[in-house]
C-alpha cells in the first residue's frame, strides 16, 4: 500500500511523526486504541497510587475515511524481527570471516534467507522422505513432521537474542532489573488483552519493544476477535510466548512477574 510518513509541526512547535495509510479502514484499529485506554482508566482505578505500572502503551489512529487515516509514529520501539535480522546478520558476517581465516576462496557474503525460506528448506525434504511431493495441500502434513522442523528451528536459534538486547541497553545491574520487571508485566497486559479481544496476526514486525524501558508495543489491529481462526493456516495460540519473549523476562520466566500480573 506505500504508506508514507509524515512529520506535523504542532502548535507547541515539538514535530509529531505519523504514518499515513491509504487502502485500508482504520475504524477497527481506532477502536482498539479506544479500548486499550479504557483498560488503562480501569488499572489507574485499581493499582493504589501505582498509576504506571500496568499499562497498554498505545498510540493514536485518526480515520480519514473508509480508506485511509493516520497512525501515530511509536518512536523508540523496535520490532523483534529488527533484533533477529540483527542475529542473522552477525552470523553471516561472522561466517564470511571464519571462510577467509580459512583460506576458502569466497568474496560473496553468505546470504541471508527470510524466516519463511528457512522453513520450507527444512520441511520440503521432510515431507519427501515421507512421500509427500505436494506442498500446496497442508492437511497432508504430518504434525510429527511439522514439530521435528520446529525443534530444529528453536536449536538452532538463540533464546536470549531480546534478554541480551535489554541487557546491553541498561547502565547497569539496577536499571537492567527494572527495566526486565516492566518488560514482564507489559508483556503480561498485553497478553490478557489479546486473549480478551482475540488478537492474531501477531509476527515479529508487529510486536515492538521499548529497549530502554522495557515495554511491549503492539501495532496492527486488524485480525482481531478470533479472525486468525479463520486464516487458511488458523492462529490456534491465545497470544505470542515464544522462547526469546519467555527468556527475556529473567531466571523465573512466567512464573515470576508475568504471573503475579
Not at 487502502?23 to 493504589?48: A, K, P, R
Not at 558476517?93 to 553468505?110: D, E, F, H, V, Y
Not at 526469546?244 to 504471573?259: D, K, L, P, S, W
Request: with cysteine.
Amino acid at each position: 500500500t506505500k504508506p508514507k510518513k509524515l512529520v506535523l509541526l504542532g502548535s507547541d512547535g515539538k514535530r509529531y511523526p505519523y504514518l499515513f495509510k491509504g487502502l485500508e479502514d482504520l475504524h477497527l484499529d481506532e477502536i482498539i486504541i479506544q479500548f486499550l485506554s479504557i483498560f488503562n482508566n480501569m488499572f489507574v482505578s485499581n493499582s493504589s497510587g501505582q498509576q504506571d505500572l500496568y499499562r497498554a502503551r498505545h498510540y493514536s489512529v485518526t480515520p480519514l475515511g473508509p480508506r485511509s487515516g493516520l497512525i501515530q509514529w511509536v518512536d523508540g520501539s523496535t520490532p523483534l524481527f529488527s533484533l533477529y535480522k540483527r542475529w542473522q546478520q552477525r552470523e553471516a558476517l561472522a561466517q564470511s570471516i571464519k571462510n577467509q581465516t580459512s583460506g576458502i576462496s569466497n568474496n560473496t557474503t553468505p546470504s541471508i534467507l527470510r524466516p519463511s525460506e528457512i522453513f520450507y528448506n527444512k520441511l520440503t525434504p521432510a515431507l519427501r522422505d515421507k512421500g509427500i511431493t505436494n506442498l500446496e495441500n497442508r492437511k497432508e502434513w504430518p504434525l510429527s513432521v511439522l514439530k521435528s522442523v520446529l525443534q530444529e528451528l528453536i536449536a538452532e536459534t538463540p533464546a536470549d537474542l531480546l534478554s541480551r538486547e535489554l541487557w546491553c541497553c541498561s547502565v547497569g545491574a539496577s536499571e537492567w532489573w527494572h527495566i526486565t520487571q516492566c518488560y514482564a508485566r507489559s508483556t503480561a497486559v498485553m497478553s490478557m488483552i489479546g486473549y480478551i479481544i482475540g488478537l492474531g496476526d501477531r509476527h515479529l514486525d508487529n510486536v515492538l519493544v521499548d529497549l530502554a524501558t522495557g515495554e511491549v508495543v503492539h501495532i496492527d489491529y486488524n485480525v482481531c476477535f478470533e479472525k486468525g481462526k479463520g486464516l487458511r493456516v488458523p492462529e490456534k495460540v491465545p497470544f505470542r510466548m515464544t522462547q526469546n519473549i519467555e527468556t527475556a523476562m529473567g531466571v523465573t520466566g512466567i512464573e515470576g512477574t508475568f504471573r503475579i500480573a
